[in-house]
């Protein structure tokens, strides 16, 4: 119930190329669904987040979709860039933040 | 600077001591976090405080101990009960009670028993 199922595990994508993230969950409560970014040796920093009110948030090149009928939300990276290289988790809330496993995103040029 | 200050960076311990992880944050936020990383397994919530002289365990709580004597302060003691505690600790606070906002993390403490 407090789950949060994230894939792909790692992913590896060419310079200007679409990255997506995908998370499911099963409860129903959560209501508040962030994005953390984090690179090697650092603390995780909010990338964007939604709540369920919500099918679609645009932040730059970063886009959550949200479906709320089915659980499940994602994250695409337009134009992804080397420097996006990092492990994406998603994650969500109740009283407090229940993270996915993460993906680790390679872009190369 | 506001922010969340973890330390130290690193932090070895012998097999049999308790160790203590410090977590100082200056942003006046009254929910603060321990998770710990491990590769593959993603952020796992150890113990959450929501309040001063307030806590609750989280998944992992099994051989940590935190106190939250001040809302600045959330130490986390890895006690000679953790099995495996060899990892990455992050810190975190988030301004409410309850969530739904930004959690602001430290930059961890890794932590090798030796």
């Known amino acids: 119930q407090q789950q949060v199922k994230q894939s792909p595990q790692s992913l590896i994508v060419q310079k200007g190329g679409i990255s997506i993230i995908n998370c499911a969950y099963e409860?129903?409560?959560?209501?508040?669904f962030p994005w953390y970014q984090q690179f090697p040796g650092k603390g995780p920093a909010l990338l964007i987040a939604?709540?369920?009110?919500?099918s679609e948030k645009k932040e730059g090149r970063f886009t959550i979709s949200f479906n709320k009928s089915a659980k499940q939300f994602s994250l695409h990276i337009m134009d992804s860039q080397p420097g996006d290289s990092a492990t994406y988790f998603c994650?969500?809330?109740?009283?407090?933040?229940?993270f996915g496993t993460g993906t680790r995103l390679q872009v190369f040029p | 600077d506001g922010g969340i200050t973890q330390s130290p960076k690193y932090l070895f311990r012998k097999e049999g001591q308790n160790v203590t992880l410090s977590c100082e944050q200056n942003?006046?936020?009254?929910?603060m976090y321990w998770y710990r990383q491990d590769p593959g397994q993603g952020l796992r919530l150890i113990y959450y405080?929501?309040?001063?002289?307030?806590?609750q365990k989280g998944d992992i709580a099994e051989g940590y101990s935190v106190s939250r004597e001040k809302k600045e302060s959330f130490p986390l003691t890895v006690t000679s009960a953790q099995k495996n505690p060899t990892a990455f600790y992050l810190c975190?606070?988030?301004?409410?009670?309850?969530?739904?906002?930004?959690?602001?993390f430290g930059q961890g403490t890794r932590l090798t028993v030796v």
């Open positions: 409860n129903t409560a959560f209501d508040y």
């Open positions: 939604i709540r369920p009110d919500v």
């Open positions: 975190a606070s988030s301004p409410w009670r309850g969530g739904n906002t930004e959690a602001f």
């Open positions: 942003l006046n936020h009254d929910a």
């Open positions: 994650a969500a809330n109740t009283d407090k933040l229940i």
């Open positions: 405080s929501q309040i001063v002289n307030d806590f």
